[in-house]
C-alpha cells in the first residue's frame, strides 16, 4: 500500500469558516481527505498543531508531516495490517465521496466481457464483494481465494489497462463509481502466477469455465502470443469444446499468466527509454525501445530484487512556479524502482515511470507472497477467519491469503521499501534480433548476464 498526500484544498465549512483539507492519495489515487480544523487533532500523536491559520509554507510542512506519519502508520507490522487501520480507511473513503450506506446493484465484469450484477452495500469492503460474486457464479467457498477483483479501465481501441487489484481497505461501489468514467468497471481475475494451481481451479466447472475465459480473452488481446499452427490448434480444441486442453495448450505458450501494461518510459539500459512491461512467472519482463531504435526484450527475476519501492510526485501540467500543485494545475507522477542484481556483487537500480507502478508493485508484492507461502509448505486457499465486525461490514469472515511478513528496509527514510529473500537465483537473458526471430544473437548493449528476443516496432 503506497501513500502520499501529494496535495491540499482550501474549503468552506457549513458555517462559513474555512479549514485545510489533506488529500491522502491511497495506491495512486484519491482515496480520501483529512479534515484539519485548527484546534482539533484528527489523529493521534500528530505533530503539535498550531492556534492561527496556517501560511502555505506551513500548511506545505503540515502536509509533508501527515504523509509521513500515513506511511510510518502502514508500515507499522501490527498497526498498519489491522482491521482498525483498514476500517479507518473505508470509512474516510465513504465519508470524503459522500456515498450513503445502501443497497444497491454492481456489475462485476469477466474476462469475456459477461456481467454478474451482484446486490450489495455501499459500504461493502472488497471481501464482501468478492464472496458475492463468487455466490452468484456458484464458486466453491475453497476456491474464492484464487480470484481477486481489479480496477480496470476500457480503452477507446477495446484495449484494457489494469490500474490496481482492489485491496480490503477499499469499497470497490465507492471506488469505481467515485471516478464517474463509464470506462473504469470491477473485473474478475485469477490472483496467483503459478500455473500449477491451474490444476486446482480446473477440477471445478465453474472455476473451469472461469480460467478458460480469462485465457481466450489474453490470447484474443495479444498478451499470449501465439504462432499460426498453434492458433489453428487452439481452434480446434475450442470448436469441440476441449476448455481443459485448450488451457493446457495456452500454458506451453509465451506469457502465458502475465499482465501487460500500457507503453511507459524506464532508465534502463538508458534514460527515457520506451519500455512495455508485462508481470508474470515470478519477473518483470521488459520490451524495450532503445534511442537508436533497436528493439530488446529482457526479463527481471523478482527473486533478484533486493528491494523496490513507489515514489509519487506532483508534475505541473503548464508552466507554473515553485509553490505546490494544485490538483488542476498538476498530475501525480507515478515511479516504480527496484534494486537489481545484475551480476554477482553488482546491485542496479531500475526505474519505470508509469501511471501503473502501483498495480506493477502489487504484482511484485503477490509475487514474492506465493513465494514464501510455498517455501513454507502452505498453498493458495480461502482461509475463514473472525474479524471485527464494524458498523460498515455485515460479514463474519474474511479472505485471507497472506504471507509471513517481509523484512523492512534498514533505513526507515526509504518510504515504501519492500524487501526481498535474500535468496538469489540465476537468471538468463539473451539477445535477438527485431524479427521475432526464436534465434538467439548475442548483444552487448546490456551488462550482466541478460537474454533478449526481439519484437516488432508495432508493439511500442
Not at 480544523?37 to 509533508?64: M, S
Not at 481497505?169 to 503459478?194: A, G
Request: proline share 4%.
Amino acid at each position: 500500500m503506497h501513500f502520499s498526500i501529494p496535495e491540499t484544498e482550501v474549503r468552506s465549512g457549513e458555517n462559513g469558516s474555512t479549514y485545510v483539507a489533506y488529500n491522502i492519495h491511497v495506491n495512486g489515487v484519491l482515496h480520501c481527505r483529512i479534515k484539519k480544523e485548527y484546534g482539533n487533532n484528527v489523529v493521534p500523536a500528530f505533530p503539535p498543531k498550531k492556534i492561527f491559520t496556517l501560511t502555505p509554507a506551513e500548511v506545505e510542512q503540515r502536509r509533508e508531516q501527515l504523509e509521513k506519519y500515513m506511511q510510518a502508520v502502514r508500515q507499522d507490522p501490527v498497526l498498519g495490517a489491522s482491521e482498525i487501520f483498514n476500517s479507518f480507511l473505508r470509512k474516510a473513503q465513504q465519508e470524503t465521496q459522500q456515498i450513503p450506506t445502501e443497497e444497491v446493484h454492481l456489475d462485476v465484469h469477466l474476462s469475456n466481457g459477461q456481467k454478474i450484477k451482484v446486490n450489495i452495500l455501499t459500504s461493502d469492503q472488497t471481501e464482501d464483494v468478492l464472496e458475492a460474486v463468487a455466490s452468484k457464479l456458484e464458486l466453491p467457498d475453497e476456491l474464492v481465494g484464487y480470484f481477486s477483483l481489479f480496477l480496470v479501465q476500457e480503452g477507446a481501441d477495446g484495449g484494457c489497462t489494469f490500474v490496481r487489484k482492489l485491496q480490503e481497505f477499499e469499497l470497490p461501489y465507492v471506488s469505481v463509481t467515485s471516478l464517474r468514467n463509464p470506462d473504469f468497471h470491477v473485473v474478475l481475475r485469477k490472483s496467483y502466477w503459478d500455473t500449477a494451481y491451474d490444476n486446482d481451479v480446473m477440477d471445478n466447472r465453474v472455476g473451469l469455465n472461469l480460467l478458460y475465459a480469462q485465457t481466450v480473452s489474453d490470447i484474443e488481446r495479444g498478451w499470449i502470443l501465439v504462432n499460426k499452427d498453434q492458433h489453428r490448434q487452439l481452434k480446434s480444441l475450442q470448436e469441440k469444446g476441449s476448455k481443459k486442453e485448450f488451457i493446457r495448450l495456452a500454458q506451453t505458450l509465451k506469457y502465458y499468466g502475465y499482465i501487460k501494461f500500457d507503453p511507459c518510459i524506464t532508465d534502463f539500459p538508458e534514460k527515457g527509454c520506451h519500455v512495455i512491461v508485462s508481470a508474470g512467472n515470478n519477473e518483470l519482463n521488459f520490451h524495450i525501445k532503445l534511442p537508436n531504435d533497436q528493439m530488446k526484450e529482457g526479463s527481471f527475476k523478482v527473486t533478484r530484487m533486493r528491494c523496490w519501492r513507489v515514489t509519487s510526485s506532483q508534475v505541473p501540467m503548464t508552466n507554473g512556479t515553485k509553490n505546490p500543485c494544485n490538483s488542476s494545475k498538476c498530475e501525480v507522477k507515478l515511479e516504480l524502482a527496484f534494486e537489481y542484481l545484475m551480476s554477482k556483487d553488482r546491485l542496479q537500480w531500475v526505474t519505470i515511470t508509469s501511471p501503473q507502478a502501483i498495480m506493477m508493485s502489487i504484482c511484485l508484492q503477490s509475487m514474492v507472497d506465493e513465494l514464501m507461502v510455498k517455501k513454507s509448505g502452505g498453498s493458495i486457499k480461502k482461509m475463514q477467519r473472525k474479524r471485527l465486525n464494524g458498523s460498515l461490514h455485515r460479514s463474519d469472515s474474511q479472505q485471507a491469503v497472506k504471507s509471513p511478513p517481509l523484512l523492512d528496509s534498514p533505513d526507515p527514510n526509504r518510504e515504501q521499501v519492500v524487501k526481498l529473500s535474500t535468496k538469489l537465483t540465476s537468471v538468463s537473458l539473451r539477445g535477438i534480433s527485431t524479427s521475432n526471430s526464436a534465434n538467439d544473437i548475442s548483444s552487448n548493449d546490456f551488462h550482466g548476464n541478460y537474454a533478449f528476443e526481439g519484437i516488432g516496432d508495432d508493439d511500442l
